[in-house]
């Protein structure tokens, strides 16, 4: 197992241990179950995939002589394979995932990169997002002088869509996106794995992680995303918590936090239900954020993803400060978490704690699937649908709307 579990100052005394139980003990995981069996919830079951990495390690062949690769896509198109990638930060190419629309953000970029040694990875599911479209327009603009045959890979719907048709009249190579997995359940996907093995990371080992945790959520009585779904669901419907604040000790797991609260909200915030995620870093937001989880209003459940830092880093020789000799980065990072987390419960906040020895490949595809099965078990506890936006659907048309006029 990549990971372990602990829920703390959660349980309220008997009548609440009885009422959760009743959420485990749901027809929540059976569902689910069922749904995997019979090959409803494809986008786990790409875990147990290996026949499509060829193609990708050849597609990415195409790219990878260059010096950077500009990422384009939003959302879901873009947050998995940047929560992957930055496990390998000094990889060749450069990766800049560009997720948002800033001018000022391009201009800056097209200024430092050589147009001639960078290539473009463009990924939509829909092939219609504008964003992305408006992106690679403007890339291919300043890419026309120096040629943009060979030099752009596109990931979308095979369906004739803009940015397929776009692809066909160029010749680009152009990859199916699976229509039917949501761009925020992609990343074991063609999304996640072309970045990744860009990056030089190791896609077996990604999903792998992630086959042996669905594996275990497939075949334990009370497995640990079951446990988190119910505690979520209970812990709002009946101690008003609804914000769920992910709280990991480790940088490499920013971007995560980004996917997580991206994969959390758009699926689960529907018909008025819904609990709202927050996205905070160890220890950066103990000198920012933790004064209000401590004194301020008690409608929040912590996650905190704790690695094993104790040791890690050059040992301090100098006395000056007595607490710190002998002492490392990881020992005073791992005592930072460990304080953060037993003052949360010590003030009745319900904390969870996710231990893990290591972040890789294989521990982030373990985190993800997860995450992605706690809120698929939770859409079925509070009765939505985890795979629709319809809202963020019409502020698309309306956007549209607005452009053209």
Same mark, same amino acid.
């Given at each position: 197992?990549?990971?372990?579990?602990?829920?703390?100052?959660?349980?309220?005394?008997?009548?609440? &241990?009885?009422?959760?139980?009743?959420?485990?003990?749901?027809?929540?995981?059976?569902?689910?179950?069922?749904?995997? &069996?019979? *090959?409803?919830? !494809?986008?786990?079951?790409?875990?147990?995939?290996?026949?499509?990495?060829?193609?990708? &390690? #050849?597609?990415?062949?195409?790219?990878?002589?260059?010096?950077?690769?500009?990422?384009?896509g939003t959302g879901g198109s873009s947050l998995?394979? #940047?929560?992957?990638?930055?496990?390998?930060?000094?990889?060749?190419?450069?990766?800049?995932?560009?997720?948002?629309?800033?001018?000022?953000?391009?201009?800056? %970029?097209?200024? #430092?990169?050589?147009?001639?040694?960078?290539?473009?990875?463009?990924?939509?599911?829909? *092939?219609?997002?504008?964003?992305?479209?408006?992106?690679?327009?403007?890339?291919?603009?300043?890419?026309?002088?120096?040629?943009?045959? /060979?030099?752009?890979?596109?990931?979308?719907?095979?369906?004739?869509?803009?940015?397929?048709?776009? =692809?066909?009249?160029?010749?680009?190579?152009?990859?199916?996106?699976?229509?039917?997995?949501?761009?925020?359940?992609?990343c074991f996907s063609v999304v996640g794995l072309? !970045?990744?093995?860009?990056?030089?990371?190791?896609?077996?080992?990604?999903?792998?992680?992630?086959?042996?945790?669905?594996?275990?959520? %497939?075949?334990?009585?009370?497995?640990?995303?079951?446990?988190?779904?119910?505690?979520?669901?209970?812990?709002?419907?009946?101690?008003?918590?609804?914000?769920?604040?992910?709280?990991?000790?480790?940088?490499?797991?920013?971007?995560?936090?980004?996917?997580?609260?991206?994969?959390?909200?758009?699926?689960?915030?529907? /018909?008025?239900?819904?609990?709202?995620?927050?996205?905070?870093?160890?220890?950066?937001?103990?000198?920012?954020? %933790?004064?209000?989880?401590?004194?301020?209003?008690?409608?929040?459940?912590?996650?905190?993803?704790?690695?094993?830092?104790? *040791?890690?880093?050059?040992?301090?020789?100098?006395?000056?400060?007595?607490?710190?000799?002998? #002492?490392?980065?990881?020992?005073?990072?791992?005592?930072?978490?460990?304080?953060?987390?037993?003052?949360?419960?010590?003030?009745?906040? !319900?904390?969870?704690?996710?231990?893990?020895?290591?972040? /890789?490949? =294989?521990?982030?595809?373990?985190?993800?699937?997860?995450?992605?099965?706690?809120?698929?078990?939770?859409?079925?506890?509070?009765?939505?649908?985890?795979?629709?936006?319809?809202?963020?659907?019409?502020? &698309?048309?309306?956007?549209?709307?607005? %452009?053209? =006029?």
């Open positions: 197992m990549r990971y372990t579990q602990q829920l703390d100052g959660c349980y309220l005394g008997n009548a609440d &241990k009885a009422i959760l139980h009743t959420f485990i003990k749901s027809q929540a995981i059976d569902t689910f179950r069922r749904a995997v &069996k019979e *090959g409803k919830l !494809p986008a786990l079951s790409l875990t147990n995939q290996l026949e499509d990495i060829d193609l990708y &390690k #050849k597609t990415c062949a195409q790219l990878k002589d260059y010096e950077d690769v500009l990422i384009l998995g394979g #940047k929560s992957l990638c930055v496990l390998a930060p000094d990889s060749k190419p450069r990766l800049h995932f560009l997720d948002n629309v800033d001018p000022t953000t391009f201009s800056h %970029l097209f200024q #430092k990169i050589d147009l001639k040694k960078t290539g473009i990875l463009a990924i939509s599911k829909s *092939g219609s997002t504008i964003e992305t479209l408006c992106q690679l327009l403007t890339c291919m603009q300043h890419f026309e002088k120096v040629g943009l045959k /060979d030099r752009i890979v596109v990931v979308t719907e095979p369906t004739q869509n803009p940015l397929r048709k776009l =692809a066909e009249s160029h010749n680009w190579t152009c990859l199916d996106h699976p229509q039917d997995v949501g761009g925020r359940y992609s072309l !970045p990744a093995i860009l990056a030089g990371l190791d896609p077996i080992a990604f999903r792998k992680g992630g086959h042996d945790v669905l594996k275990q959520h %497939l075949e334990e009585d009370c497995p640990p995303a079951l446990e988190g779904a119910a505690m979520a669901v209970y812990l709002e419907n009946h101690h008003q918590k609804t914000i769920s604040v992910m709280l990991p000790y480790a940088d490499q797991l920013s971007f995560f936090s980004g996917w997580y609260c991206q994969l959390w909200a758009e699926s689960l915030g529907k /018909d008025g239900k819904g609990i709202t995620p927050i996205r905070a870093l160890g220890t950066v937001d103990q000198h920012s954020q %933790l004064q209000l989880y401590l004194q301020g209003p008690k409608d929040k459940v912590f996650t905190i993803i704790a690695p094993s830092w104790k *040791g890690q880093g050059d040992k301090i020789q100098d006395s000056s400060i007595p607490e710190l000799k002998n #002492k490392t980065m990881g020992d005073l990072f791992e005592a930072e978490q460990r304080a953060t987390y037993e003052t949360l419960i010590r003030n009745d906040c !319900p904390t969870r704690l996710i231990s893990i020895q290591s972040i /890789d490949e =294989a521990t982030l595809g373990a985190l993800m699937m997860h995450f992605m099965i706690e809120t698929i078990l939770t859409s079925y506890l509070i009765g939505v649908n985890a795979f629709d936006q319809p809202a963020v659907e019409a502020g &698309k048309r309306l956007a549209k709307e607005y %452009l053209a =006029a």
